[in-house]
């Protein structure tokens, strides 16, 4: 089944205590990107990969950082998290290249992470 | 990137067409509008996506007039299982995902769907 994995679906952690969030898709997408979500704010670009070993920043990367060392792989790493980085986290992907595909499924997104910070 | 405002909340009951109007003023020639929809605590699904005119497929219908200024999603005969935040996004997409794609999901549109 064409899907995007994140782990761990909850995790309630301490300031400070560095933790990574994974994401794996396997659909051979070029493209991954991370989001967060909050109420009343909808949801928020963190960075985004376009390929192996090419990322970007979104509109929130602050406290966050990413790696793409593999096309299938985007972790979300939060070196010392603070409370203000609780939130409901989403990896979605997509694939760059072929448009019609991209027309007929757009972005598929994980499940989500929902991440509390203590 | 253009910007979109949709309503905050619709309510409709089971059985009724839903339409969710989405305005987008400052679309540029080559923005995509789509479509995705939310339940609680899951990630956002691909609805529908188009450039002008109308498009459908198995779940809904996209209008977009002439001026592409807006755009309409049309649910038919929604059921409570069609409860869900809506959003609607406008992006360039003529390369795919990435820099030239960075969708912005403003806070959508949540559908009350009532037996």
């Known amino acids: 089944e064409a899907q995007v994995t994140q782990n761990p679906r909850y995790l309630i952690t301490v300031t400070g205590k560095k933790l990574t969030v994974t994401c794996s898709q396997n659909?051979?997408?070029?493209?991954m990107s991370w989001y967060r979500q909050d109420p009343g704010l909808g949801l928020r670009q963190i960075y985004y990969s376009m390929n192996v070993e090419v990322t970007d920043k979104g509109d929130v990367p602050e406290g966050y950082k990413v790696s793409r060392k593999e096309k299938r792989n985007f972790p979300l790493i939060l070196e010392s998290p603070s409370p203000n980085q609780t939130s409901l986290y989403f990896c979605a992907s997509s694939s760059n290249l072929d448009r019609a595909a991209f027309r007929d499924y757009g972005y598929t997104f994980g499940s989500g992470t929902r991440l509390t910070v203590v | 990137l253009a910007k979109t405002t949709q309503p905050i909340s619709m309510d409709s009951y089971e059985g009724q067409e839903v339409n969710i109007t989405c305005s987008h003023n400052n679309i540029a020639t080559n923005d995509y509008i789509t479509w995705y929809q939310q339940f609680p605590s899951q990630g956002p699904r691909f609805i529908i996506q188009?450039?002008?005119t109308k498009v459908t497929n198995e779940v809904a219908s996209l209008f977009i007039p002439a001026d592409r200024k807006s755009s309409t999603l049309s649910l038919p005969r929604v059921s409570l299982s069609d409860t869900a935040v809506y959003y609607c996004l406008v992006g360039d997409i003529s390369l795919g995902g990435g820099a030239t794609n960075k969708l912005i999901f403003g806070t959508g549109t949540l559908l009350a769907v009532q037996p």
């Open positions: 659909m051979n997408h070029e493209y």
């Open positions: 188009g450039y002008k």
